[in-house]
């Protein structure tokens, strides 16, 4: 029987209502509101609380999910309170609470003009909305394919989609409808397994093949403007707090930086999620890191630990990756940067740097990747974690989230913006964002690019951003594989060379089509590139001799 995988998103859509009273939405939310309230009211006092017993003008059903709510919340305050992380269970009065609703009974929708069209039951045979949603392109697919499974248009076929409840929720004076839709996804058979390490200001990602046995890749990605983000905010608000400022306005600034930390974690993760789709026959492994910030650790490293959004980011990684039928297992983070993969001996870390007493050194968030990979292979797919001993670890590389200046976008690679214009050509390692920068700045008179030089792993990470340039009309290069200083072509051998641009033009031309220009990293060559430019089939090249 093939696995499947029950992955979960929320679909959200800005409601444009055709008919019924927009008023009676904010009537209704503040009904449940009061239906929230009332049931915490009398669970704080230990009554019984049956739905029956909960008098309320909303549907049936939706007065249950309102009280089920309800319940959800009191048992998590249970739950901190028993820890000693909370006193005091909060009632709000007067403030609008989403209102939950089965598909079908509380609201519905279908497709009609080619609009994702939707009817909402506030209160039974007497008020409802009727309109349309306006959705995301990416959204507005997903609907539309759940409600053609739902509706039998795809009889016989295997539901893949179901819309399940919503949320009918107000954003300053918009009304927004979020739609949760389940997605079955069947998981194919595992080869590859990868482990990932959650830290302050990166994540560390480790790629081994079960087949051959060796370790595939091995790259970290550097996230530090997540930390300066929290460390920014922290010090306004402790500012604010010093000069005795309203709560409003600290309120204000606590969602702004909500929404920065949000917005970047999920760029983050769905860049790592693309990369890793490659993998077909993946399982991912992560630390269970729940229960970390618990006890007292000292001011500093509370703060620190508090400041951390490992969760959230966990999170959002595990439903991108079950969405596209990757399965997520979480192992035991205890010594995970601390233990040596190659003989499983306890060493020293000092910062990032990780010291066994047999000798081994490496990067410490490497090194727990590496380790979290052979826990969860040990413990989910039985392979014993003598097959891992005396292997070699494989090179990692950096990658880099850094904040573009064009349009407030931001971008991962390994600089902003990195390009010199010499003979003609311009050679780059860009998100998609600063491409747009340049195939604008292309077509200025002031400035004609010429060719555009891209790294192998730049078209192999962004491979849209390859595609734009080159419809832009600019001839695409080639800067080799990877940026790093230990690639340097002056410190290859004339084989090194060979096989390192073989590797980078095979990634280019897969998405550009065929390159001739070539341009060294850094512009550091030796005399047996030109030999290996000749022998891959390269025909110009503007490099200079360090």
């Excluded at 053609?148 to 409840?165: L, M, V």
């Excluded at 890749?217 to 500012?239: C, G, L, M, N, Q």
Aim: include cysteine.
């Amino acid at each position: 029987m093939v696995e499947e995988l029950a992955a979960i998103k929320t679909a959200i859509g800005k409601l444009v209502i055709e008919e019924g009273n927009p008023a009676k939405i904010d009537e209704a939310l503040l009904e449940s509101r009061r239906v929230f309230n009332e049931v915490l009211i009398k669970l704080l006092s230990g009554e019984r609380v049956r739905d029956k017993d909960i008098q309320s003008f909303l549907a049936s059903n939706t007065k249950q999910r309102i009280i089920a709510k309800a319940k959800e919340a009191f048992n998590s305050f249970k739950e901190l309170k028993a820890n000693g992380r909370a006193e005091k269970l909060r009632i709000y009065d007067n403030r609008p609470l989403p209102l939950r609703m089965n598909f079908g009974e509380g609201y519905n929708l279908w497709i009609e003009d080619d609009k994702v069209m939707f009817r909402i039951t506030l209160i039974p045979r007497k008020e409802y909305i009727k309109g349309h949603l306006k959705l995301s392109k990416e959204h507005d697919e997903i609907v539309r394919k759940a409600l053609e499974e739902k509706t039998g248009e795809k009889k016989g076929h295997r539901k893949e989609y179901n819309i399940t409840i919503a949320e009918l929720v107000k954003r300053k004076s918009e009304y927004y409808l979020h739609i949760t839709i389940t997605k079955s996804t069947p998981v194919p058979p595992i080869r590859y397994a990868a482990g990932v390490d959650l830290n302050e200001d990166n994540i560390a990602i480790t790629v081994y093949d079960l087949t051959t046995k060796e370790f595939v890749e091995s790259f970290i990605v550097d996230y530090a403007i997540i930390k300066f983000i929290r460390h920014y905010w922290f010090t306004i608000r402790k500012r604010l707090q010093e000069h005795g400022s309203r709560s409003k306005k600290k309120l204000g600034f606590t969602r702004k930086e909500r929404r920065q930390i949000e917005y970047l974690l999920h760029f983050v993760s769905r860049r790592i999620v693309d990369y890793l789709s490659k993998y077909s026959g993946l399982i991912v492994f992560m630390e269970d890191l729940n229960g970390i910030g618990n006890g007292n650790k000292g001011k500093r490293m509370n703060k620190r630990l508090h400041a951390w959004p490992f969760h959230k980011l966990q999170q959002f990684l595990k439903y991108k990756l079950e969405w596209i039928g990757i399965p997520v297992r979480f192992v035991e983070a205890k010594h995970t940067s601390r233990r040596c993969p190659l003989c499983g001996a306890l060493g020293i870390r000092h910062k990032k740097m990780f010291r066994c007493p047999n000798g081994h050194t490496g990067h410490a968030d490497r090194n727990a990747s590496v380790n979290i990979l052979i826990r969860g292979c040990v413990m989910y797919l039985h392979v014993p974690c003598s097959a891992f001993r005396a292997m070699r670890l494989p090179n990692f590389r950096m990658w880099k989230l850094r904040r573009l200046r064009w349009r407030g976008e931001q971008g991962m690679g390994h600089r902003e913006h990195a390009s010199s214009r010499q003979g003609g050509a311009v050679h780059c390692r860009l998100k998609v964002g600063g491409c747009e920068a340049l195939v604008q700045a292309g077509g200025s008179p002031k400035l004609k690019l010429g060719v555009v030089h891209f790294t192998g792993e730049m078209a192999e990470m962004f491979p849209e951003a390859v595609e734009m340039v080159r419809d832009a009309g600019h001839e695409i290069g080639c800067h080799g594989y990877d940026h790093s200083p230990q690639r340097a072509f002056d410190s290859l051998r004339y084989e090194e060379q060979v096989e390192e641009l073989k590797r980078a033009k095979k990634v280019i031309e897969d998405v550009a089509g065929r390159t001739e220009s070539f341009r060294a990293p850094m512009l550091r060559i030796n005399e047996d590139t030109v030999r290996a430019l000749e022998e891959t089939g390269f025909k110009t090249y503007g490099s200079v001799a360090s």
